[in-house]
């Protein structure tokens, strides 16, 4: 199984500062033949279900804000929000989709500092 | 807009069994995987089962699988979850997820998800 490792396990920035999550798999999600990385982030606000963020490791779904951005390759990936606003407060989880099982970091708190 | 909406939970004893369903709408239904995802009071999420666009493939995850079936039905653009042989530990809002890819299996994010129905298995 592919175990993803998200870290920190919370964190709390200013209004407008840089939130910085990274999220690091045990192997490799990158697939060579399509030259992309199976990597989707989602954000999860209290009371909520998840939303879908950023697919193949940086891509931004529609609508999502582009405050948010997706980087990395192979086994070490990150989240940035660039100006972190009061309603980006969640929980924020990486997820690969290159193999079964489907397999989820354990999660980000995101807070006002 | 899109939606998927999930039926069934409830409190259950240990070693029983419970079906949920989920109804998706606003969408090429028979164009996508369907995902069901759980999420423990408090914890992470875990990825239950996928079924492929077509429902000919059928995938599971370690901890559920062999007391889990995942269907659907194409014509009513439903998803069921059967479940038997319950145990406390599979107490958890049970999320019903759209798949992200068209004319995917298990190879897919997770992208319209519903609100949960929530899964109490309890003595």
């Known amino acids: 199984d592919t175990v993803m490792t998200q870290s920190p396990d919370s964190l709390a920035v200013s209004l407008g500062e840089r939130a910085t999550i990274n999220c690091k798999s045990s192997q490799s999600v990158f697939y060579s033949s399509r030259n992309k990385n199976y990597l989707a982030w989602y954000q999860q606000k209290p009371g909520q279900p998840p939303k879908l963020l950023i697919y193949w490791a940086s891509t931004r779904e529609s609508g999502v804000p582009d405050r948010f951005s997706g980087s990395g390759s192979g086994t070490d990936f990150t989240l940035t929000i660039s100006s972190l606003q009061a309603e980006d407060v969640g929980l924020y989880f990486c997820?690969?989709?290159?193999?079964?099982?489907?397999?989820f970091g354990g999660g980000t708190q995101v807070e006002i500092k | 807009q899109v939606q998927v909406v999930e039926s069934g939970g409830g409190v259950v004893q240990p070693g029983k069994s419970l079906r949920l369903s989920c109804a998706a709408s606003r969408f090429t239904f028979n164009n996508y995987a369907m995902h069901w995802v759980r999420q423990a009071p408090g914890r992470g999420l875990e990825w239950v089962a996928s079924i492929s666009y077509d429902g000919s493939e059928t995938f599971y995850g370690d901890t559920v699988k062999g007391r889990v079936t995942i269907s659907r039905d194409n014509s009513k653009n439903t998803v069921l979850l059967q479940m038997t042989g319950l145990r406390v530990e599979d107490t958890a809002v049970f999320f019903c997820v759209k798949g992200f890819f068209e004319h995917s299996s298990s190879i897919d994010a997770f992208h319209i998800w519903g609100q949960g129905t929530k899964v109490i298995v309890s003595s």
């Open positions: 997820q690969q989709y290159l193999t079964t099982p489907l397999t």
